[in-house]
């Protein structure tokens, strides 16, 4: 099987822009989950995704907004970017509920806000 | 909030030598997992555990789950430069969404 797979794996923004990042998760998974990670914060929660349907959020602000399509694809929407959002942006993938399955990781998305 | 901490933060150790590094929190943990990462790559898990005071071995590395569910450690025994990475912790709280730790970052020097 295909692991996670995310693109684009780096990108460059500058402050204002906004950024669309994506996620394919592991053939049969329904759930998706992003996380951000930075050397200050580490790895935190963004959201989770399950048949299209958001089920859990993070703290952070609405800027930060995600989706996932029918074939549970997924995809991440940041707006007005802020010095603040360079990351490592990371999607996770498992069967069912993110809390109750493994979770495999993708490569992550890096960010580079200027 | 529940917060996950690790201890310690860094550690450089010369191969051959055996370290342990701890996971802790305040909140009982529904189930906890333990994730080394590398540079450029996103987190592998090494292993979950779910019952208190269970222990799990995978190779070198062996993962202790504390009595209370509170806490956990991993111990590595005769570290390679191959197990250099972030390990991670994660827990999951009632059923929730993982909370991970800030990780301990090893360097296993040749």
């Known amino acids: 099987k295909a692991g996670v797979t995310q693109t684009p794996r780096y990108l460059i923004k500058t402050r204002g822009q906004q950024v669309t990042l994506s996620c394919s998760p592991i053939?049969?998974?329904?759930?998706v989950s992003w996380y951000q990670q930075t050397p200050g914060q580490g790895l935190q929660f963004l959201f989770e995704?399950?048949?299209?349907?958001?089920?859990n959020k993070g703290n952070f602000p609405g800027r930060f907004s995600g989706r996932q399509f029918s074939n549970s694809r997924s995809e991440m929407n940041v707006s007005t970017l802020e010095l603040g959002d360079s990351a490592l942006y990371l999607c996770?993938?498992?069967?069912?509920?993110?809390?109750?399955?493994?979770?495999?990781f993708g490569p992550g998305t890096r960010l580079l806000v200027l | 909030t529940q917060l996950l901490e690790q201890s310690p933060q860094f550690l450089s150790i010369q191969e051959g030598e055996n370290l342990t590094v701890y996971c802790n929190s305040s909140s009982v943990f529904s189930s906890l997992q333990w994730y080394r990462q590398e540079p450029g790559e996103g987190p592998v898990l090494l292993v979950t555990?779910?019952?208190?005071?269970e222990v799990k071995k995978l190779k070198r590395l062996t993962f202790q789950f504390g009595d209370a569910r509170k806490d956990s450690s991993l111990h590595i025994t005769a570290a390679q430069p191959g197990d250099t990475g972030l390990y991670l912790c994660?827990?999951?709280?009632?059923?929730?969404?993982?909370?991970f730790g800030p990780g301990t970052r090893l360097s296993v020097l040749p």
């Open positions: 555990v779910v019952t208190g005071g």
């Open positions: 994660a827990g999951v709280f009632a059923g929730q969404n993982f909370v």
């Open positions: 996770a993938s498992s069967l069912s509920r993110a809390g109750q399955e493994t979770q495999y």
């Open positions: 053939s049969g998974h329904r759930s």
């Open positions: 995704y399950f048949s299209e349907t958001q089920r």
